[in-house]
């Protein structure tokens, strides 16, 4: 099939193309399972490697043998038919034996680690539940009653126990370093758990594929210390800063008069205004560090984009496609609008 040159290039491309994939494995890598930060992750990441090193053996020994077999037993010339041979019941046994315990090594180890991180350990537990949304995370602390968008806090060292269930269709809830993924289903409750050992910023996305904007239905858990975490639970309980400026008291009248305020609540625990569709939870948004379900940094710059053209941003999305801002070219926001609504979002910390 290939001439020699012809075979070095294919060698040469295949490596390649390999390298770049083992680049996706470093481990910096915000959305790398292999720098596990908390005991769920670590236990998940133990099996990876068990697995890992087992299929290592089973590709070196059966590739191995193929390529000594291709090579040692190829046709020379002048050679007739060679011995036909049929049945080896020694390598059979052995190709049957050495799978079957292999299998074994690794069923022992997910058997026990399934029950680990299905069911959270006793003890102090913090409640979290999230709902899906296409392409944002509404996020509910029952026991202290805050809600919030796109960013978890939670406290360090903590058992986070959280339910999951979606506003319209499939999601799934993965924070890579935290824990593997937990699919997420309307009219259906799912609970996974997880701790983080440090405190940190952990990057999470929605892993099924939940239609136009999906890759861009991220989020952060924010790990705090248990001192910090109670100054956010209680500022996130608090109402809304007061606009302090002209500019963000003309926002605060236009987000009334563009009729933001019907999808947008921009009150302490009231998930959303909902009316005619669910939205984030704004009260406290300019304190978030990042915008639009976690892809863009909070700044006045992105908020600007995201304002001017959500659809540009994040295409499909539902305030591009529903909110009268948009649809309305009456109600069409101008430039000066843009900067008093940054203006007063930013301020809503
Ligand atoms: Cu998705």
Redesign the pocket.
């Known amino acids: 099939m290939f001439n020699r040159p012809h075979l070095a290039v294919f060698v040469a491309l295949l490596a390649l193309f390999g390298a770049l994939l083992i680049v996706g494995c470093n481990p910096d890598n915000p959305q790398s399972i292999l720098d596990a930060k908390g005991p769920v992750a670590q236990r998940q990441l133990d099996l990876y490697w068990i697995i890992f090193w087992m299929a290592l053996f089973v590709f070196v020994v059966v590739g191995g043998g193929l390529l000594y077999t291709v090579i040692r037993f190829r046709r020379r010339p002048g050679q007739g038919i060679p011995a036909q041979v049929h049945g080896n019941t020694k390598l059979e046994i052995g190709w049957t034996v050495v799978p079957a315990i292999m299998l074994a090594v690794i069923a022992v180890p997910t058997v026990i680690s399934q029950f680990y991180i299905s069911n959270a350990p006793s003890g102090d537990q913090l409640q979290i539940n999230v709902t899906a949304h296409q392409?944002w995370w509404e996020v509910q602390y029952p026991d202290s009653g805050v809600v919030t968008a796109n960013e978890l806090h939670v406290p360090v060292g903590m058992t986070v126990s959280v339910e999951l269930t979606s506003a319209d269709v499939l999601?799934?809830f993965w924070v890579p370093k935290l824990a593997g993924k937990m699919d997420i289903f309307p009219g259906k409750t799912t609970s996974m758990w997880f701790r983080a050992d440090e405190v940190g910023e952990y990057f999470g996305q929605?892993?099924?594929?939940?239609?136009e904007s999906?890759a861009w239905?991220r989020f952060r858990v924010i790990t705090d210390t248990p001192e910090d975490f109670e100054a956010w639970t209680a500022s996130q309980l608090a109402q809304a800063a007061k606009p302090a400026t002209p500019e963000a008291t003309a926002g605060a009248g236009l987000f009334l008069s563009k009729a933001c305020i019907q999808c947008h609540s921009t009150t302490p625990g009231v998930p959303t205004a909902g009316f005619p569709y669910p939205a984030p939870n704004l009260t406290h948004f300019g304190g978030r560090t990042t915008m639009a379900a976690g892809i863009m940094e909070m700044n006045a710059a992105n908020l600007r984009e995201w304002l001017s053209d959500p659809n540009e941003v994040k295409p499909g999305n539902i305030m591009a496609k529903e909110a009268r801002a948009y649809t309305d070219p009456a109600s069409a926001l101008s430039s000066d609008d843009i900067d008093n609504l940054v203006a007063y979002l930013q301020g809503l910390r």
Not at 206 to 211: D, I, L, R, S
């Open positions: 392409w999601h799934s929605c892993a099924e594929f939940c239609g999906h239905m």
